[in-house]
C-alpha cells in the first residue's frame, strides 16, 4: 500500500467535501479514491470522517491527522525539491484570494513574483467567501472579512474603503435615501457573505439597518454591473467604482455615514510559517500594501 498516495487522497478530500470530487481533480473515479481512504484508515486504525446531513466531515481524530500530514507533505515536497534542485520548482505554493481584490492589484504583485521567482509555481484561485486556509489546503488566503481560526495567523496589509452607490437612473426613479434607515425602502444589491444588515458610522454613533436583496452575487464585479444598469444600491470597494463615480455611472449615497472598511489581512497556517517561499510571498504582499494601499498611490 502506498501510505503517501493515500495521505494525498485524504488531504484532498478533506480540502474538497467529497470523493468524488477529489476523484475529478486526481483524473480518477472515486472508488480509488474511497479505496485509499479506507486502506488509510486501516493503516491509522481509526475513522477519519464521517457521514452526516451537512456531508462529509472529518472526525476529531481526522481533524488532528489532517495538520499532522498537510505539514508532513510540505516537508517532503520541499525535501524533494532539495534533492532534484532545478528539475523540478522549488516550491508548489497555493493562494486564495477574492476576484475583486485581486483584479484590483494583488494579481499584478503575484505575478511579479513568479516573474522574480521562476522557480516557484503559484496557483491563484480567486472564491470571494472565506476560507480556512489550513482545512482547505491553501498556503495563504487573501480577505477582508473579520474571520479567525485555529491555528491560523492573521497578517494586517490595509484597510480597503467601500462606497455605498447607486446609478442616477436609479436614483430618478426612487429617489435619494436621506439617512441609512431609508434604505429598508429600496431595492438592494448585496454580496452573500455580508448578509442583509448593513452597519453605519453616522453623527449619532451607528446606524444598521436590515435591507431587501432584490439581486445578490459572489462577485463584487457583478455588483459593480448591476448598480450601473440601475438596479438598485450597493455596498463595494470603493477602488472598484472610483472611475464609475467620476464618469458620472454610478453616484455616491448618504455622505454624512460612513461604511467601514474592510481590513485587508493574509491568513497563514501555523505549519506553512516556515517556509522561505511563503515569507517571501507575504513580504511581497506586505510591501506592496504599506505604507500606502496600491489604489490610493498616484
Not at 60 to 74: C, I, K, M, N, P
Not at 205 to 231: M, Q
Request: negative net charge; aromatic residues 6%; glycine residues 6%.
Amino acid at each position: 500500500m502506498d501510505i503517501i498516495s493515500n495521505i494525498r487522497a485524504f488531504l484532498n478530500v478533506a480540502r474538497l467535501g467529497s470523493f468524488s470530487a477529489a476523484a475529478r481533480e486526481a483524473h480518477t473515479v472515486p472508488s480509488v479514491i474511497s479505496k485509499r481512504i479506507s486502506q488509510l484508515e486501516y493503516q491509522l486504525k481509526t475513522q477519519l470522517f464521517m457521514r452526516s446531513t451537512r456531508g462529509l466531515q472529518l472526525t476529531e481524530a481526522g481533524h488532528g491527522y489532517q495538520q499532522r500530514f498537510l505539514t508532513l507533505v510540505s516537508e517532503l515536497e520541499a525535501a524533494l525539491d532539495g534533492v532534484e534542485g532545478a528539475s523540478r520548482p522549488q516550491e508548489h505554493i497555493r493562494i486564495k484570494c477574492p476576484s475583486t481584490i485581486a483584479s484590483l492589484y494583488f494579481s499584478d504583485v503575484l505575478i511579479q513574483f513568479r516573474i522574480d521567482n521562476p522557480g516557484v509555481r503559484i496557483d491563484l484561485v480567486m472564491i470571494d467567501r472565506s476560507v480556512n486556509p489550513l482545512e482547505e489546503g491553501y498556503d495563504l488566503a487573501i480577505g477582508g472579512l473579520p474571520t479567525s481560526y485555529p491555528h491560523v495567523i492573521d497578517i494586517p496589509l490595509c484597510p480597503l474603503p467601500r462606497a455605498i452607490v447607486a446609478s442616477p437612473d436609479y436614483l430618478e426613479r426612487r429617489g435619494y435615501p436621506q439617512h441609512p434607515r431609508d434604505l429598508a425602502d429600496h431595492d438592494c444589491i448585496s454580496f452573500p457573505a455580508s448578509g442583509t444588515r448593513w452597519a453605519f458610522g453616522g453623527p449619532a454613533g451607528e446606524v444598521s439597518v436590515e435591507i431587501g436583496s432584490v439581486f445578490s452575487a459572489t462577485d463584487s464585479h457583478v455588483l459593480r454591473a448591476a448598480a450601473i444598469r440601475g438596479v438598485g444600491v450597493t455596498i463595494v470597494s470603493e477602488p472598484l467604482v472610483r472611475d464609475a463615480l467620476e464618469s458620472g455611472e454610478l453616484v455616491a449615497l448618504l455622505p454624512e455615514y460612513r461604511i467601514p472598511d474592510l481590513s485587508l489581512k493574509v491568513l497563514v497556517p501555523e505549519n506553512r510559517r516556515s517556509s522561505p517561499t511563503v515569507n517571501a510571498v507575504i513580504t511581497a504582499l506586505v510591501a506592496a500594501t504599506q505604507p500606502v494601499a496600491p489604489w490610493d498611490r498616484v
